[in-house]
């Protein structure tokens, strides 16, 4: 994970890059922007690039001390990330993952204290760092006040707003940012050899986070829950209302799953009425059911679509403020009344 993996943060690797060149590498660096756009893969390339045995303006990706830092068994670059069970020690018994408890930036201290083992720097990564509680924030601190020799503390986390102050002072700001859907599908395509119509879809799911894209890319049960919603949603149209009751709640035994489902949803209608507007293909964003929404298209009427779309948001609100899944799921079938045109000749 060198910086030439990392996607469109051209901003963010320049800063990071010209400190490693310059040999003015600061002691803390605060990594923010939203989940998913290449925060960690950042936090990694620097500690790559800063240990690498052959670094050129990037790490070269090959040596003991890159591949160590990709597998994560460099003894130098230590990674503290409660959500992915990563911890510095083993946690205590009463510890639930939520937050980051003050033994583990404990023996992050006692870590920092010696240098370097076998790499050029210490590294330590520390993820979501918005869920230190006031006492680990206070630990921290300590040693940012007085940080050891070439030990580099990169903290990542979604906004600084969520950091006392007094942290976020000691540390350098890198500010991360969303991706365009067009960089997404063409990171997709050229660096994880997806199919474009697939690329495509993911892309405009992702909502700027690359992350989010592989996620789904990678997981044959969000595809596959994807494939059904699709065909599901033209068979409620003209259904029984009993119809649409059992596919509200069969849809909603995946909660996980169903804000983004619901997201696909309006992406679905959406490519219906612009069908309807303007038949390119190009404009389509589920390019792989072109068939289908040509064939969908002609027997809605805009207004229709547009009352689809805004029961799915409306769906999606009610999800936000936990309302039962299941209730905001047949409340959205049930509106499905007014029932397209049959299907008749042009
Ligand atoms: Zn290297």
Known sequence: MAFRDVVNQDHAVMLLRAAARSGKVGHAYLLVGPAGVGRRALA???AQLLN???A????CGDCVSCRKIVSGSHPDVRILDVARGQYLEAPGKEHRGK???VDQIRALRRE????PYEGKWKVFVIADAERMNPSSANSLLKILEEPPARVVFLLVAESSVALPPTVVSRCQLVRCAFLRADQI????VDRWQIAPDRARVLAVLADGRLGRALEWAASEERLEARDRLL???PT???SDPLTRLDAAEALSRQPDLLPELLDLAVLWYRDLLVWKQLPEPALLTNRDRQTQIEALAPRFSETTLGARIEAVEAAKESLRRNVNARLALEKLFLSFQDAPAPATSP
């Open 44 to 46: 990694l390339a620097f």
């Open 52 to 54: 690498c045995a052959r």
């Open 56 to 59: 050129d303006g990037d790490a």
């Open 99 to 101: 937050e980051i408890p």
């Open 112 to 115: 920092a204290a010696f240098p």
């Open 185 to 188: 599908e063409r990171a997709l």
């Open 231 to 233: 065909d599901l949603l």
């Open 236 to 238: 409620l149209e003209g």
